[in-house]
């Protein structure tokens, strides 16, 4: 699959996000959504399902959810009944816990750290599901990185079409649609590979598109 990229976000600037998502499912190809079920990922999840109700969840379980995060993902699944697939690190939490524990950001194991509890899994789902475009919930307000992102990014023709449909939104955009959905939100979150909120984890300046 290849699109105009310039153009497409040229179109798609200001658009509300179940609109973006509509184009994207208009593109005709397989479509998933990411999700970490950390905070305001119910809004992109009832967004996807509301243009295409069955469409792919994948998730990457890191295995370091917390316990609050793992009864919240079990709870929308059912709610809104996510087609989802998840993925896991190929070393069990505990096992990697007795041989290098979680090592702070400034260790020299954090990055292997990284790419077995993240990464790995991640490049093992898009090979495995295979998908042409995909969709995430990054926003710019949540990172230095992500402050320069576009809507729509491809690496290269043929490459999967990577769009953020709530890339405009605010935190405050966030919580107005949680809010006016009914839709719960999970802030007891962590993720071990970014400790620090505003961090980016590697994902997405790593898999750019």
Known sequence: MEVDVAKANAELAGK???EII???????????VTTNFGPFEAAILHL????KPDMEVVWID??????????FAEKLIADLSLNITVYNPLMSAARRDALMG?????????????NQVKLEPFGRAMRETAPDVWLTA???DQTEFRKNMEI????????????????EWT????QAYLDAQGLPNETNYYDPTKVLGNRECGLHNRFTA
């Open 48 to 51: 996807a399902t509301q243009v």
């Open 171 to 174: 935190e405050a955009d966030m």
């Open 138 to 140: 990054v926003r710019r």
């Open 102 to 114: 979680i090592p702070d950001v400034d260790d020299p194991q954090h990055e292997e750290f990284t």
């Open 152 to 167: 729509v990014t491809q690496d290269k023709p043929g490459a999967v079409v990577k769009i953020a449909p709530v890339l």
């Open 62 to 71: 890191s295995g370091y959810a917390t316990r609050k995060t793992y009864l």
């Open 16 to 18: 509300h996000p179940k």
């Open 22 to 32: 509509e184009w994207a499912a208009s593109l005709g190809g397989k479509t998933i």
